[in-house]
């Protein structure tokens, strides 16, 4: 195994990558359908290519979108040479690429239409572990779960999996048979009333429904399991040679819209010695940036960060909740030199923050801008959803008011420093998520959004140092199709990843609705995604909408001393 130890001379300019002889080898195409600066900073796509290129036996070369052709990142080779693809998916709207990948690859677009001597398509990562349905056509088996919980057993089948003298069923059931979270669509069936509404699955003898995905527990006592870290630094990464670190999987806040949150339950730290490791591999760069900060206030992470800091390293931090940002904080990010910070209201009215179980008062909120501020982070980033369940036109009003005050309470900092900083309103428009007490809400309309809309830009557009950020409504609608879709969009996909038809044109071809996908769903309905059985319980989930009808907040998650969700019982 060669690994490039240079600044390679590529115009990538990438230092890390893994580059094998294939001879003897098994290849795998690793696909993030993405753009490569997205891809290169994402920690699961980076944790399966070193783990999988670790294993002598196994070539891994990556893909992103490209600008004209599918070429590997390693060797330059097309994907029709690989003898496995595997899809890394981390948003809905990267559906549209797997299926333009596995065009432009030359294989059969459908699993069902397949022949033996076709490479296995596999596909992983969060998108598919919410709802792998809309894409479910196109692939053979999804890998649900912690890869780290299953890469010992996956690397045990690939023989198997690519001898290509056994038939693709039962390669595929021999998957299925040895590591748990594999999902095979072709063994399934959802069976629909005349209405179009899911009824009930048809499966196969020998495949289980439904589909548990695998989960892996961090546990110092035995080993020291490998934390999910930057392998490749690379300058056109969205974060530019970061060596980036994962401190903890999961969330326990409970946010009623988060479908990451949810999934990724319950909330697990990296144990301080596995992060130590890690950290070791911190090379050829001063910049670190943390990720999964659901722990972040207890004192052997501040510890940890201090010390990163006496070694010179400049630390940068995700997404912040207000309620965590303390004097001491604010000195690490002031020593690495952090101009902007980032903090996460989601709703302007206290009203609105119980309905979404946020759990911030607006006096945490405003106490934390100033924190910020007078401790030397000029700039704040605040991020608002818009279309949110049980949302009025007060509480985007409340959104221009809280923003004001935001402005107002670190003005004075400001004008001590001699410079004022900008306040920016990111404003992204909610989208119901499967596996989440909001999957059975309806997008709110497009007249009210637009009203809601031209509130804010009134309100905040001739704001003195605040700037307005409105994503695209029409990409939200698209998301929210395939968030709460299933296999029928497949011709869509392929209508719009092919054709170039519009998503309106694609839907009407294949007599299929945006209202089927982006309505209030009735409380007893069966879910296309309920193919998957994560932990967190349906009732629990249904108790979680009716408590947010009722703007009753709940409290955070304590991993092992409640079990009301029911993700502890693994």
């Not at 806040?253 to 909330?267: E, H, I, M, Q, S």
């Not at 909120?365 to 910020?372: D, F, H």
Request: with cysteine; net charge positive; aromatic share 8%.
């Amino acid at each position: 195994m060669k690994t490039s130890q240079r600044w390679s001379r590529n115009p990538r300019n990438e230092k890390g990558s893994v580059r094998k002889k294939w001879a003897g080898r098994i290849s795998i195409a690793l696909i993030f359908p993405d753009a490569y600066s997205v891809g290169m900073s994402n920690l699961g796509l980076q944790s399966v290519y070193a783990g999988l290129n670790a294993e002598n036996r196994v070539v891994t070369e990556r893909f992103f979108v490209p600008n004209r052709l599918w070429l590997s990142e390693e060797s330059g080779r097309p994907l029709k040479d690989f003898d496995l693809i595997l899809f890394s998916v981390s948003f809905e709207s990267n559906y549209q690429n797997m299926v333009k990948a596995l065009e432009a690859a030359g294989l059969s677009l459908r699993s069902e239409n397949r022949l033996d001597q076709e490479p296995i398509v596999l596909a992983g990562g969060i998108a598919t572990q919410i709802n792998p349905e809309p894409v479910a056509p196109f692939v053979d088996a999804f890998l649900l779960g912690d890869f780290e919980a299953i890469s010992g057993a996956f690397v045990s089948c690939l023989p198997e999996l690519t001898d290509r003298s056994l038939s693709r069923t039962e390669r595929l059931k021999r998957l299925a048979d040895n590591i748990p979270g594999v999902y095979v669509p072709s063994a399934y069936r959802p069976l629909y009333n005349a209405s179009g509404d899911l009824v009930e699955w048809e499966y196969e003898r020998g495949f289980s429904f439904p589909v548990v995905p695998a989960i892996f527990s961090p546990d110092s006592q035995f080993q020291i399991p490998q934390v999910p870290h930057t392998g490749i630094l690379s300058p056109y990464s969205v974060f530019p040679n970061m060596f980036l670190i994962e401190f903890a999987r999961g969330c326990g806040k409970g946010c009623r819209f988060c479908a990451a949150g949810f999934v990724y339950r319950p909330p697990r730290q990296w144990p301080i010695e596995s992060l130590n490791a890690a950290l070791q591999e911190c090379k050829d760069t001063d910049r670190v940036g943390l990720v999964g900060l659901e722990f972040l206030g207890r004192e052997e992470i501040g510890q940890l960060c201090r010390r990163l800091l006496d070694k010179g390293l400049k630390l940068a931090f995700s997404s912040l909740r207000a309620d965590e940002i303390t004097q001491d904080l604010v000195r690490l990010l002031k020593a690495s030199d952090t101009r902007l910070a980032t903090i996460a209201p989601e709703a302007g009215s206290q009203r609105l923050r119980q309905v979404i179980n946020k759990n911030l008062d607006e006096d945490v909120i405003l106490r934390a801008a100033e924190t910020l501020v007078s401790g030397g982070v000029p700039n704040l980033k605040l991020y608002f959803m818009l279309g949110l369940p049980f949302e009025a036109d007060e509480d985007v009003q409340g959104i221009v008011k809280l923003v004001d005050k935001i402005r107002r309470a670190v003005r004075p900092a400001g004008r001590a420093r001699g410079h004022m900083g900008s306040v920016t309103a990111s404003i992204s428009t909610f989208v119901p998520k499967a596996w989440t007490p909001m999957q059975w809400a309806g997008s709110v309309k497009r007249p009210a959004l637009k009203r809601r809309r031209r509130i804010l830009q009134k309100g905040l557009r001739n704001m003195p140092n605040v700037k307005l950020q409105l994503d695209s409504v029409r990409e939200a609608h698209f998301q929210t199709i395939l968030s709460r879709g299933d296999r029928r969009l497949a011709p869509v996909l392929e209508a719009v990843a092919l054709r170039g038809v519009t998503w309106s044109k694609a839907l009407k071809e294949a007599a299929l609705s945006a209202d089927m996908y982006c309505r209030a769903l009735d409380a007893d309905m069966p879910f296309p995604w309920e193919i998957i059985g994560h932990r967190v319980r349906r009732e629990y989930l249904r108790e979680e909408w009716n408590k947010a009808s009722e703007g009753r907040e709940t409290a955070f998650c304590i991993p092992q001393v409640c079990n009301k969700c029911g993700a502890c019982c693994i």
